[in-house]
């Protein structure tokens, strides 16, 4: 069975540098793109980047790119999403997500999803 | 970016009605389209891929048409367990990108 589970819970204050993680089994890590998904609460889903396990090469949403470092340790099966200077508007849940077709973003895999509050 | 136009944004229909979803891409995507519905608390679950190919377990009343820019979702019949949020997404272009979603509700 695959399974994607992701770390808890995070409260931070703005500016703060936080990881978050996805700790994958039930299939062979390196097979897929690992991707990351933001939903602010009450809001709509938005891709923020992947990660080939296989190479580490990532691409990330244009918005995103410089604040968000995404990365894969094959030797934990763990993928990661790295958020920093984070501001008020950056607090959401956090899904990791996956594909059984490895390349293709169709994501029938997902983590629980993290919820990030930054506040104050 | 491709923007994907989703409608209705909320709808309220009854048990047993006919639901249909739209979503209109701001261009050619082919098929790389899917379906995901979102229960509250909950991650979104894949329904539809490659727009018309229902994940194994997903109920037959749950369908998916279209091509190129305009696509179709529709529950043939509406159960109470319906009730979510839908969302549509594209992956023929990075970033890929989803539609605004649609909440159905029950009347």
């Known amino acids: 069975e695959v399974q994607l589970v992701q770390s808890g819970a995070e409260v931070t204050k703005p500016g703060a540098t936080l990881k978050i993680s996805c700790k994958v089994s039930g299939y062979t890590f390196t097979n897929s793109y690992m991707h990351w998904v933001q939903q602010v609460p009450g809001k709509g889903l938005e891709w923020m980047g992947l990660?080939?396990?296989?190479?580490?090469?990532?691409i990330y949403a244009e918005k995103f790119q410089g604040r968000v470092i995404i990365s894969a340790d094959t030797s934990t099966d763990t993928a990661y999403l790295e958020l920093s200077s984070l501001r008020s508007d950056d607090t959401a849940f956090y899904y990791c997500?996956?594909?059984?077709?490895?390349?293709?973003?169709?994501?029938?895999?997902w983590g629980q999803g993290t919820l990030v509050t930054v506040s104050s | 970016d491709i923007q994907m136009t989703q409608s209705p944004s909320s709808l309220s229909a009854s048990v047993g009605d006919r639901v249909t979803i739209t979503c209109q891409a701001s261009q050619d995507i082919s098929t790389y389209f899917n379906w995901y519905q979102q229960k509250p608390g909950t991650a979104p679950k894949l329904l539809i891929r490659?727009?018309?190919n229902l994940e194994v377990g997903v109920p037959s009343r749950f369908s998916g048409s279209g091509f190129g820019t305009e696509f179709t979702f529709t529950i043939s019949s509406l159960q109470p367990e319906d009730i979510a949020t839908y969302y549509c997404q594209q992956y023929e272009t990075q970033p890929y990108t989803f539609g605004q979603g649609t909440k159905v509700e029950i009347k």
């Open positions: 990660v080939d396990p296989e190479d580490g090469e990532t």
């Open positions: 997500a996956t594909s059984s077709g490895g390349s293709r973003a169709y994501f029938d895999f």
């Open positions: 490659d727009v018309a």
